[in-house]
């Protein structure tokens, strides 16, 4: 079956169809042109000379159970380094004869690391207080230091080879602070609030939400897919010996941490039944935050390509590390109660595709990327995420129809049905609540920027027909 494609500039942008995926290039003309196939991408996600991580890694897949809090303390005794002993004088020549595209993209890149470390190594105080038994707080304890130790190896570079700040850590991350994405400030401001949560509330539900977002979305999902990819090109590139050394002792230090989080979390889960609905809650409101992180300046994907790889390979890596984190935390990502953001029925590429394609339409993201114009080929990708969103566990006894009447879009409907719902276009007769409103409020909607309350109390947002399924839409629609 042939799918039509919209033609936007070279790269190639994925956008769901009604039944299977198609590879689409968006473009504000909205013209279709010829359908191009993606390319294969396979990635080696075993860090390099880490024989221990290697180890670590396969213990972490087979089984939780198989690793110990004591084992894992070890393993910090004994893989020492000091950030302050790392020989830079190379890496600032080398530095300076990059192009500037590469210095550029790289501090970019890096910045946002630099900051990630600094703000987790504050966040890691209430994990410690919350944890049940004194073997988790004593291996938290060495994760603080180990964040801690990554902030001062970054500002190191940053002041030494970058020639950034006056030396001091502040001045260091005041000098890269523009360059953090609105994905990167959103992701963590939802750290900062669950872990804020945590001080106050120290029960195993909330320890498991902290675990959660900290060890398995920002150091699993986010942090080490990055880490993979800039070891990789340096190693390639024979690049930054002093910089190379300390991501590859960062590297093992993360694996370690990861562990631990996918250990502690496993138990979490043994001994309180709703951890995996509210980990699945957590999960629905912070990824449309998250799959921004990575969005570079201006969308110019040459910050990334640059290195060698692409925005898709690097989305496709955090999904696959996320999904085996929760495999091996027991609670594998089919099995989670409630929609899931970017399911599990598509494969790892999929998934980091479709996060793309909607940001790259403006549907996720901070709303200054212009939203796409309505071609059917987006609206069906809106759709279709609308129609994977809908909770069916508060769906009710009977069929409900949901019907968009938008001022400047083609209308389109949501058919929920006995556990199952159907997203069409077209205009359904039997709606039971109309929803007049604009393509453009409807998608700050969908991407977290507009409140639906606030939109109907001015009048951009008019319901008609059903006040009980009105209210039904909240349920329906948890995130």
Do not use: C
Not at 4 to 15: A, D, G, H
Not at 68 to 78: A, F, K
């Amino acid at each position: 079956m042939s799918l039509p494609v919209v033609e936007r500039r070279k790269e190639l942008i994925p956008v769901k169809g009604l039944k299977r995926y198609g590879t689409y290039k968006l473009a504000p003309s909205g013209r279709v042109a010829s359908q191009s196939a993606l390319g294969q991408h396979h990635i080696n996600t075993i860090p390099y000379g880490a024989a221990d991580s290697v180890r670590l890694r396969t213990v972490m897949a087979a089984h939780a159970q198989q690793i110990s809090y004591e084992d894992l303390y070890e393993r910090w005794e004994h893989g020492h380094w000091r950030a302050t002993g790392i020989d830079f004088s190379v890496d600032k020549e080398q530095w300076a004869a990059l192009p500037q595209l590469e210095r550029d993209a790289a501090l970019w890149n890096y910045s946002l690391f630099f900051h990630g470390e600094d703000i987790v190594a504050t966040d890691l105080a209430p994990f410690i207080d919350a944890a049940p038994l004194e073997e988790q707080r004593y291996f938290l304890a060495t994760q603080q230091v180990d964040e801690a130790r990554h902030a001062v190896f970054f500002k190191r570079f940053m002041h030494e080879v970058v020639g950034n700040g006056d030396g001091s850590i502040r001045s260091s991350l005041a000098a890269t602070e523009p360059l953090l994405t609105w994905g990167f400030r959103k992701t963590f401001e939802k750290l900062d609030e669950i872990t804020g949560r945590l001080r106050k509330d120290r029960s195993k539900l909330a320890l498991a939400r902290a675990v959660f977002m900290y060890h398995l979305i920002v150091e699993a999902t986010l942090a080490q897919p990055g880490q993979h990819f800039i070891e990789s090109y340096l190693v390639e590139r024979d690049l930054l010996p002093g910089f190379r050394e300390g991501m590859r002792n960062i590297a093992l230090d993360e694996q370690r941490h990861i562990a631990f989080g996918v250990k502690l979390l496993h138990d979490l889960h043994q001994q309180e039944p709703r951890v995996p609905e509210a980990i699945a809650d957590l999960m629905r409101e912070v990824m449309p935050y998250s799959v921004t992180l990575f969005i570079p300046p201006n969308w110019d994907r040459r910050y990334v390509e640059t290195f060698g790889f692409t925005l898709e390979d690097i989305y496709e890596e955090g999904a696959r590390s996320l999904e085996q984190k929760l495999r091996a935390a027991g609670m594998p990502l089919e099995t989670l109660p409630g929609p899931i953001p970017f399911p599990p029925d598509l494969s790892p590429r999929e998934r980091g595709e479709l996060g793309l394609a909607m940001a790259e339409a403006g549907i996720l993201g901070d709303g200054t990327r212009p939203v796409a114009p309505s071609t059917p080929e987006l609206m069906a990708l809106l759709f279709d995420q609308m129609r994977r969103a809908v909770d069916h566990r508060a769906a009710p006894g009977h069929p409900v129809v949901l019907q968009w009447d938008f001022k400047d879009a083609e209308p389109w409907h949501l058919r929920v049905d006995n556990g199952a719902t159907r997203a069409e276009p077209g205009v359904a007769a039997d709606a039971d609540l109309t929803l007049k409103v604009s393509y453009r409020d409807w998608v700050d909607v969908i991407g977290r920027r507009a409140d639906p309350l606030r939109l109907m109390a001015t009048g951009r947002l008019r319901p008609k027909g059903s006040l009980r399924t009105l209210v039904l839409m909240r349920r329906l629609f948890p995130s």
